[in-house]
């Protein structure tokens, strides 16, 4: 019986789609097709001309008109009421990927469900039964499955449908009172109800999750927008400044030029007419001297006498006093030009700092501070001391990286950022941004930061005795923190080595204990709204290390 429906299949299948003909047409070599499928194979050759049937090969010309044959048509149409199923195609046999029915002989179709109950997989025509039979109302179906195996107890052959919670492993109804007895057991369709619950919970959590990550991606989108913005205006703005800047200098050495010529014109021209006058006074006298010399030769007494007085006379001299000074013409100007150079690449460098940290200190995300001595040191800043602030009680070496107190008077130049009335110094270098030091001490020392305007005499000036400076008092094994006259006493390992950390954007000052190991001695949180400048009281001697 199957081999006679697979031989009507056959008979009566088309050979272009291989199923059942549909609207049959036969054509002039005696083969049939299904109309749409002859048409679709012909408007392919429609630029050659010429039509050929895809068995024989045999070709038409012209193009044949085609017409139903009914008489065929009502033949397949009769055998298909009769049982005759058009053959599957070939996507729904299974391939080495797919899971198949185990039911199938021959070539298997591809199954459309497994059954957790009876542990097989089933096409769709012979998983019908299921559907349809009483007897499998209770089977539970699943989409199709190659691991059906794995939920047969591999010792006892049996359905493991008991979820063990003590050993958290599935197990048959014989395990469960035997190697499992007195555990903690319940059927497995309960455990996977509550293990669901707890499945939702979590995908609640991570769905929430994600929208409150898609929500900082937008914002962060955002915060990039607005930072390339700000970047770009920026930009602008620092080009128009600096263009101002540009062309006012060149305006005031357009205008030093034009003076300096202008008084070269003047000198000049004043030299050139004493230079005429004197050139004319000059000739005059070279006439008078030939007079002279003329009336020096005459031989007659009287003629002599007679013509001496009318020659003899002298006009008066040209003032004659030409002082001629060193040469120094405009050099002035040139002096006076480099000290403006010089005063405008300080100011450059000073605020150049500034500029420099506005730009470097734009963070959208703060890096994890660090945790190590080795990370700390990744922060290092080469630190001198500025000896236009240094208490002339203080003496500074080792390239202004070492300072001591000395009963000998220094004889330093008269400055307005000099401490007046205490034994302290601040360092050159303002500091922003991450930064770490470490100081070397021997004796009483403050270790200390503090803002340029912090005062320079009296009690005010003293670090940590104001709003304007922090310092760490360091005395033999005594420690104490100071800010605005607030005393904090701290504790920590003896050491002569203080290291400091200062991350200035999120407002972290610490001081550390440095030996063998690194100790925290003090850390303060706050706000610093300027530059900060390392500072130093020293009673003995420190050094910048």
């Known amino acids: 019986m199957a081999q006679r429906d697979q031989l009507d299949r056959e008979t009566f299948s088309c050979s272009i789609c291989l199923d059942l003909l549909k609207d049959p047409v036969g054509l002039p ?94 096409c769709e025509n012979h ?10 109302k209770k089977h539970k179906l699943v989409e199709p499955s190659k691991k059906l195996q794995e939920n047969i107890c591999s010792r006892h052959g049996r359905m493991m449908e008991i979820f063990c919670r003590t050993d958290q492993q599935s197990i048959c109804s014989l ?32 769905q929430q999750r994600i929208q409150d990550r898609e929500k900082d991606v937008k914002l962060l989108q955002q915060e990039v927008e607005s930072v390339s913005r700000s970047a770009d205006k920026a930009v602008e703005d ?11 200098l060149q305006k005031r050495s357009s205008d030093v030029k034009q003076q300096i010529r202008s008084q070269q014109e003047t000198e000049v021209s004043g ?54 000074r060193p040469l120094r013409y405009f050099e002035d100007v040139t002096a006076a030009v480099s000290e403006l150079r010089d ?14 940290a506005a730009v470097t200190e ?43 107190h000395t009963s000998q008077h220094q004889s330093y130049s008269s400055h307005t950022d000099r401490f007046t009335d205490q034994w302290q110094v601040l360092s050159r270098e303002s500091l922003t941004g991450r930064c770490y030091w470490e100081v070397e001490r021997r004796g009483r020392v403050f270790v200390s930061v503090a803002y340029k305007n912090i005062s320079r005499a009296g009690s005010e000036s003293i670090f940590g005795c104001n709003n304007k400076s922090w310092s760490l008092y360091c005395y033999s094994n005594m420690y104490l923190f100071y800010f605005n006259n607030i005393e904090t006493r ?18 972290i000052l610490s001081f550390y204990s440095i030996s063998k190991t690194m100790t925290l001695f003090h850390r303060v949180q706050t706000t610093f709204t300027q530059p900060l400048y390392a500072g130093l009281w020293v009673g003995d001697t420190a050094e910048l290390c």
């Not at 005063?343 to 420099?356: A, E, F, G, V, Y």
């Open 29 to 122: 070599c005696g083969h049939s097709y299904c109309m749409s499928c002859i048409k679709g194979f012909w408007d392919a050759e429609d630029q050659m001309k010429i039509y050929s049937c895809p068995q024989c090969r045999e070709a038409f010309t012209p193009r044949p008109v085609l017409k139903k044959n009914t008489m065929l048509a009502a033949l397949v149409e009769q055998l298909q009421k009769t049982g005759l199923q058009a053959a599957p195609a070939d996507h729904c046999y299974a391939g080495p990927e797919d899971v198949a029915c185990d039911v199938c002989t021959g070539r298997k179709l591809k199954a459309f469900k497994s059954c957790l109950v009876c542990l097989a997989s089933y």
């Open 490 to 507: 701290v504790s920590g390992p003896r050491s002569s080595r203080v290291g400091v950390y200062l991350d200035h954007r999120a407002g």
């Open 271 to 324: 030299v050139k007419e004493l230079q005429e006058n004197l050139q004319q006074e000059i000739t005059e006298l070279k006439r008078k001297d030939a007079e002279l010399k003329q009336l020096s030769h005459t031989e007659d007494h009287n003629q002599f006498l007679h013509n001496y007085p009318s020659v003899s006379q002298l006009s008066e001299p040209t003032d004659s006093s030409i002082n001629i």
């Open 238 to 248: 620092s080009e128009k400044i600096f263009t101002q800047l540009i062309r006012l």
């Open 175 to 206: 395990c469960s009172v035997e190697d499992h007895k007195g555990h903690d057991t319940v059927p497995a369709a309960a455990e996977r109800t509550e293990r669901q619950r707890e499945l939702e919970v979590s995908r609640l959590n991570i």
């Open 343 to 356: 005063k405008l690449q300080d100011i450059l460098r000073d605020k150049w700092t500034n500029i420099s």
């Open 127 to 136: 998983l019908q039964s299921h559907y349809e039979s009483p007897t499998f």
């Open 362 to 404: 734009v963070v959208i995300l703060p890096e994890p501070g660090p945790k190590t001595r080795a990370e700390f040191l990744k922060y290092s800043r080469e630190i001198t001391l500025d000896p236009n602030t240094v208490n002339t009680d203080l003496l500074l070496s080792e390239g202004n990286r070492k300072v001591e």
